[in-house]
């Protein structure tokens, strides 16, 4: 059966995707070894300040929450970076291809490892340091995951927009993003003890709602009445807009000649 020319596309990007991640030793450290290093770290201080359970839990659903949202939004920032390290950025556009292809293909690669990470360091917190992840149930769980898809799709698309827009300039990009969205969101401490102004810009995060809904199965107080209605709704627009600030960005590329100065 001959698939449709749009799943032939998604799929190309896919399996080169994989292919990437399959020849590079250093996807292996990212998906087994630095997450591990995390979790062990963090697991270890809580051991070591004598925290209850609970907050031990606290602490860990934030480790786990950074390091799947960091997996899973470096193969979309990666899909523009390898092009730009190999010069070879404009060969990706003469292809009869759309960014739905390139975002749809490298992303579904992306939620496989991330899913790939959640699964080790969930493992590793329930096995270590007894952390219960039953409280919240599969629905929970799911709902969690999903969040931290569309936070890690909202960062790799702002990032593929900065390379565009800054070429070489913009590889730290693939880092910072994520460590100042986890710097607002709460992931080691509540929100409520961030300095006033910053404790409302937290809010604007959807990652701290998707926490917040997450931590209330392990006995911590909800910061917002609706977690889900307002982590949804503020994914879905900051997915929108980076979408469309990724099509200007490649609209201008082209018109300033970008593409050429990042390639041979």
């Known amino acids: 059966m001959k698939l449709p020319a749009d799943l032939v596309k998604i799929w190309a ?14 996807a292996l450290f990212e998906m087994v070894f630095w997450p591990g290093i995390s979790i062990f770290s963090v697991g270890l201080l809580t051991k070591f300040l004598q925290l209850n359970q609970e907050t031990v839990t606290f ?24 092009d730009v390290w190999a010069k070879s950025l404009r060969h990706k556009f003469i292809a009869p291809i759309s960014l739905s292809h390139l975002l749809l293909g490298t ?7 991330g899913c790939l990470v959640f ?5 590793l917190c329930t ?28 960062l790799g698309i702002l990032v593929l927009a900065l390379v565009l827009r800054f070429g070489h ?8 993003f994520a460590y100042l969205l986890f710097l607002l ?7 409520t ?15 701290t709602h998707f926490l917040d809904y997450f931590r209330h199965f392990y006995g911590f107080p909800r910061v917002s009445a609706h977690p889900l209605l307002y982590g949804f709704l503020e994914s879905m627009l900051y997915l929108a807009a980076s979408f469309l600030l990724l099509k200007i960005t490649l609209k201008s590329a082209r018109r300033r000649g970008i593409l050429l100065k990042l390639s041979e």
Not at 107 to 113: E, H, K
């Open 127 to 154: 096995t270590l340091f007894g952390m219960d992840l039953g409280r919240p149930g599969f629905t929970g769980l799911v709902i969690f995951l999903a969040g931290m898809f569309l936070n890690a799709a909202i």
């Open 59 to 82: 602490v860990l659903i934030g480790a786990i929450g950074m390091n799947t949202i960091q997996i899973a939004q470096l193969d979309l920032s990666y899909s523009f970076l390898y």
């Open 107 to 113: 992303g579904l690669v992306g939620l496989t490892r």
């Open 169 to 176: 300039r913009a590889e730290v990009a693939a880092w910072a």
């Open 13 to 26: 990007f896919a399996a080169r995707s994989v292919l990437i991640n399959r020849r590079n030793v250093f």
């Open 193 to 207: 003890v961030l300095p006033a102004g910053i404790k409302e810009m937290a809010q604007f995060v959807p990652l």
């Open 119 to 123: 699964v080790i360091m969930t493992l």
């Open 185 to 191: 969101c709460g992931l080691y401490y509540p929100v």
